[in-house]
């Protein structure tokens, strides 16, 4: 079964920037679309962005359309997501999750496999 591992987060300043890796075992991604979440306190959990299986295609959620950019490499079975001009609502608990379909679905559901999460806490 796939299982994700998160790493990259901490703790940034407003405006800064950092890079979240999602390393999967088995290293195989190839047809599996991917996506990144978040979860801050007291507040549901909400996609974030999506990466198809192929890479082709991405998805993200307006609050980071511009912001945030999601990759992939397939030959080391990690997809990452790239954030920038961080602030303060970006505080969260971020994980990634696998979808059963090659392609992002329209909704933010039916993902698996989730990771144990990497903390992001944007503070001056």
């Known amino acids: 079964q796939l299982q994700f591992v998160e790493s990259g987060g901490g703790l940034v300043q407003p405006g800064g920037s950092l890079r979240l890796s999602c390393a999967a075992s088995?290293?195989?991604?190839?047809?599996?679309?991917v996506g990144w979440f978040r979860q801050a306190p007291v507040k549901e959990r909400e996609g974030v962005s999506c990466?198809?299986?192929?890479?082709?295609?991405?998805r993200y959620t307006d609050s980071v359309k511009g912001r945030f950019t999601i990759s992939k490499d397939n030959a080391k079975g990690t997809v990452y997501l790239q954030m920038n001009s961080l602030k303060p609502e970006d505080t969260a608990v971020y994980y990634c999750?696998?979808?059963?379909?090659?392609?992002?679905?329209?909704?933010?559901?039916?993902?698996?496999?989730w990771g144990q999460g990497t903390q992001v806490t944007v503070s001056s």
């Open positions: 999750a696998a979808h059963p379909f090659i392609l992002c679905p329209v909704s933010w559901t039916n993902f698996g496999s």
């Open positions: 990466i198809s299986a192929s890479a082709s295609s991405t």
């Open positions: 088995p290293s195989s991604l190839d047809r599996t679309a």
